[in-house]
T-cell receptor, first 110, second 110 residues
Framework: AQRVTQPEKLLSVFKGAPVELKCNYS??????LFWYVQYSRQRLQLLLR??SRESIKGFTADLNKGETSFHLKKPFAQEEDSAMYYC????????????FGKGTRLHILP | NAGVTQTPKFQVLKTGQSMTLQCAQD?????MYWYRQDPGMGLRLIYY???????DKGEVPNGYNVSRLNKREFSLRLESAAPSQTSVYFC?????????FGPGTRLTVT
C-alpha cells in the first residue's frame, strides 16, 4: 500500500536548535518525494523535492531508500520556520495523485 | 498569471443546504484535485481529475460531487451539507509532479 507516515503531530524546537521532521513512506516502485509547507492561514506551497537536491530556506532532505525515509532537516531553527509541514510522494515522472502525510506542526520557541 | 483560484473564501451553511465550490487554474495543467484539511487529519483527497472529462474518487468522496467543466475549471458540490463537512477545502493542479494549491475555502456547516 502507498503510504506516507509523519510520526510527530507537533514538534517544538528552540530558536537556533537543529530541526528534524521525520517522514517514512511505503511505495511499490520509484517514488518522488516532496516536502510542502503551509504558513499560518496561507496556501500550501512546495518547499523542496528530492530530485532537485536543493536547499531551500536552509532546509534539506535526503531520500534514504534503504530506510524508506525522507526526513527534513535544518541546522539552526528560525522563528519564521513555524508552520505546518507535509511530506508527500508520487510516482516518479507521473502526474497522477500525490499522497500526503498527516503533517507535522513545527513550533519554534523564542 | 493568477495560478489556482478558489471562490468563495469563506462560507457558512446550514445543515441540508447545498453549494458549489469553484476552482480555476490558468496554467494549462491537465490534472486537478480537491482536498479537505482537518486538524490532526492532514490533507485528504476528495476527488481528482486527471484530464478534462474524467474524474475519480479519492479517499473521502462521500457527500461530494465534482465537475470538470473544462481544462481550467474543477468544481466541488455539496448536495446536502452536514456538520461533518466543516473543513478547509483546497483545490490544486499539478504539473511535473509539483502541486499548485489554491488559497482555500473555509466552510462551516451549522
Amino acid at each position: 500500500a502507498q503510504r506516507v507516515t509523519q510520526p510527530e503531530k507537533l514538534l517544538s524546537v528552540f530558536k537556533g536548535a537543529p530541526v528534524e521532521l521525520k517522514c517514512n513512506y511505503s511505495y511499490s516502485g520509484s517514488p518522488e518525494l516532496f516536502w510542502y509547507v503551509q504558513y499560518s492561514r496561507q496556501r500550501l506551497q512546495l518547499l523542496l523535492r528530492h530530485i532537485s537536491r536543493e536547499s531551500i530556506k536552509g532546509f534539506t532532505a535526503d531520500l534514504n531508500k534503504g530506510e524508506t525515509s525522507f526526513h527534513l532537516k535544518k541546522p539552526f531553527a528560525q522563528e519564521e520556520d513555524s508552520a505546518m509541514y507535509y511530506c508527500a510522494l508520487s510516482g516518479l515522472g507521473r502526474d497522477d495523485k500525490i499522497i500526503f502525510g498527516k503533517g507535522t506542526r513545527l513550533h519554534i520557541l523564542p | 498569471n493568477a495560478g489556482v483560484t478558489q471562490t468563495p473564501k469563506f462560507q457558512v451553511l446550514k445543515t441540508g443546504q447545498s453549494m458549489t465550490l469553484q476552482c480555476a487554474q490558468d496554467m494549462n495543467h491537465n490534472s486537478m484535485y480537491w482536498y479537505r484539511q482537518d486538524p490532526g487529519m492532514g490533507l485528504r483527497l476528495i476527488y481528482y481529475s486527471a484530464s478534462e472529462g474524467t474524474t475519480d474518487k479519492g479517499e473521502v468522496p462521500n457527500g461530494y460531487n465534482v465537475s470538470r467543466l473544462n481544462k481550467r475549471e474543477f468544481s466541488l458540490r455539496l448536495e446536502s451539507a452536514a456538520p461533518s463537512q466543516t473543513s478547509v477545502y483546497f483545490c490544486a493542479s499539478i504539473m511535473n509532479s509539483e502541486q499548485y494549491f489554491g488559497p482555500g475555502t473555509r466552510l462551516t456547516v451549522t
